[in-house]
């Protein structure tokens, strides 16, 4: 909306913009504060995904490509060589690859190329960017009914529009994910975000250069997140529907968004062999080689997975979604009748619906157990935003102390979940120490050759240490025991199966450690050992809560 016809100052205009900067400007500082930058040296890693990312984006910096060697792969069986792919990683030809998205991967590799403080900063300030669009978005979606006062006009601009602004920066997901270094989320959020506002301003005006600044956000938007085309989806469908757009745009649309493809299928052709092939089909392969997994990579839905996250982000975690629902629900109740975007409304609504839909069907991290770094709430940050965005609006069309008492508690809540909850920031702080600390003890007692068999430490570890990932060493043929309640990571081969492939790689002379960090008894695999002439060697004494790292020797050297 471009013309509220409401009648405010310039001194409140200016006070109202003043207020939005400094709460842009401390968000920023805070969020670059939350996460532990290394501004030289190693970055340290809270998800193996953002390490090998990152590690990636470096060597591409250094002229060396997006993969990662990886030691070992030609002296191993296939059954063990698999195990050599880190986490949330691909194998292509004996080289770890990033399974993250074109777009994404390659913006940060781009940054890092240029001046590596520019990625450090990426998402902290892509963030703040995308608090500014969903007011831009608000500004444009929302009106007063006819007849309401100056005084209900004034309050709907300079008291609603901050208040959105602050509600959005405390929301967990966005203080988690928006200070963190590496991730699709944030720069997908943000595109998202522009290419819905391009999208009302469009559908309001019919400007030639609104529709082509949709069509680009649009194509980023995608390129960063394939499965954005989903979200997207409705807003495509209802502007070919009512033919707001003519054969010549759609001609000029595919012309804007070849680059985008381009990159895309390039991208994919030169990390993973082929144009249509993603680094998620890669790691589904092997993980229907381990766990006899029936993920569909980044299609397929589960109704399992979709009960456990809306019970767990609407229930345990009602911050998260229960907000933006109850909003969703007040703010279409309050939506003027007469109002001209009423169809473009239901439009934000069926795409915010359908990122919902898709991606609680995944069996993602967050699935198992509520925590606030969850896969499912760093996907959905769109369609929160959106319910964020009506709720404040519902609010501020019945504005009373009440309300301001709710909204003051609502960010009061979300700063806390956000900082103190399960995975929240004081957890993320603390687990980086640990890995640090975990790193200099396995660096200290290992050598560069050497294989270290973990379960969750290979993005403490990789790439100065070859890391052999515990879960990829099950077979299909002892895997029936695979419990699908669990963390598909706290599957783990079985003894008997760990020392017939420990045996394998001593008899090839690899040095071998075993980092205990997994929640099964160690006896049981201490004895395997054993029987098979092998046994566990503690090497360091950390502690609870660190995992303990054994050398595994002939039991007569």
Request: charged letters at 15%; hydrophobic letters at 50%.
């Amino acid at each position: 909306m471009s013309d509220t016809g409401v009648v405010v100052s310039e001194v409140e205009l200016k006070q109202r913009q003043s207020v939005m900067l400094v709460t842009c400007v401390i968000t920023l500082a805070f969020l670059i504060l939350a996460f532990p930058r290394a501004w030289t040296g190693r970055q340290t890693f809270d998800a193996p995904r953002d390490n090998v990312g990152f590690q990636a984006a470096t060597r591409f910096a250094d002229g060396k490509g997006l993969s990662i060697p990886l030691q070992h792969t030609r002296d191993l069986p296939p059954d063990i060589a698999r195990a050599l792919t880190p986490r949330d990683a691909a194998n292509v030809h004996g080289k770890a690859v990033p399974i993250d998205f074109a777009g994404s991967v390659m913006l940060w590799a781009g940054l890092v190329a240029l001046w590596r403080p520019l990625a450090l900063l990426l998402s902290p300030a892509l963030t703040v960017a995308g608090g500014v669009l969903l007011l831009r978005i608000a500004q444009e979606l929302f009106e007063l009914p006819k007849g309401s006062t100056l005084r209900a006009q004034r309050n709907f601009e300079t008291w609603w529009l901050p208040f959105l602004l602050v509600l959005w920066f405390a929301h967990p997901g966005v203080i988690f994910n928006g200070s963190g270094i590496y991730g699709s989320e944030i720069p997908s959020m943000v595109f998202v975000l522009a290419t819905l506002l391009y999208f009302l301003r469009f559908w309001q005006t019919g400007r030639p250069a609104d529709f082509r600044w949709m069509t680009l956000a649009a194509g980023a938007a995608v390129a960063v997140r394939y499965p954005n085309v989903i979200t997207l989806l409705s807003p495509g469908v209802m502007l070919l529907v009512t033919r707001r757009v003519r054969l010549r745009q759609i001609a000029e649309a595919a012309v804007l968004l070849a680059p985008f493809a381009i990159l895309v299928l390039a991208f994919n052709n030169a990390v993973y062999g082929s144009p249509t092939a993603t680094g998620y089909q890669l790691v589904n392969r092997v993980l229907q080689q381990t766990l006899n997994s029936p993920s569909s990579g980044l299609f397929g839905f589960h109704a399992r997975a979709a009960v456990k996250h809306l019970h767990f982000y609407v229930i345990q975690l009602p911050i998260i979604l229960e907000v933006p629902l109850l909003g969703i629900a007040l703010g279409v109740r309050r939506m003027p009748r007469a109002s001209a975007l009423r169809v473009p409304l239901v439009v934000l609504l069926v795409s915010s619906f359908l990122t919902v839909a898709y991606y609680a069907g995944l069996g993602t991290f967050g699935s198992v157990s509520p925590v606030i770094n969850a896969s499912f709430v760093r996907y959905i940050l769109p369609a929160i935003a959106i319910g964020i965005a009506l709720g404040v609006y519902g609010f501020a069309m019945r504005r009373t102390r009440a309300t301001q008492v709710i909204f003051v508690l609502l960010i009061l809540a979300s700063v806390s979940l956000g900082m103190a909850g399960p995975g929240g920031i004081i957890n993320r702080s603390r687990e980086i120490g640990r890995h640090k600390v975990l790193r200099a003890l396995v660096m200290r007692h290992t050598q560069p050759n050497a294989l270290i068999a973990a379960r969750l430490a290979d993005r403490d570890l990789f790439p100065e240490r070859q890391t052999l990932t515990m879960t990829y060493l099950l077979e299909n043929l002892d895997s029936s025991s695979v419990d699908t309640a669990v963390s598909q990571w706290d599957n783990l081969p079985s003894p008997e199966r760990f020392a017939d492939v420990a045996s394998r790689i001593r008899a090839r002379g690899i040095p071998l450690y075993l980092l205990y960090d997994f929640p099964q008894d160690i006896q049981p695999y201490g004895d395997a050992l054993r029987a098979a002439g092998l046994q566990l060697v503690r090497r360091g004494a950390l502690g609870a809560p660190f995992p303990q790292l054994f050398a595994i020797t002939p039991v007569n050297p």
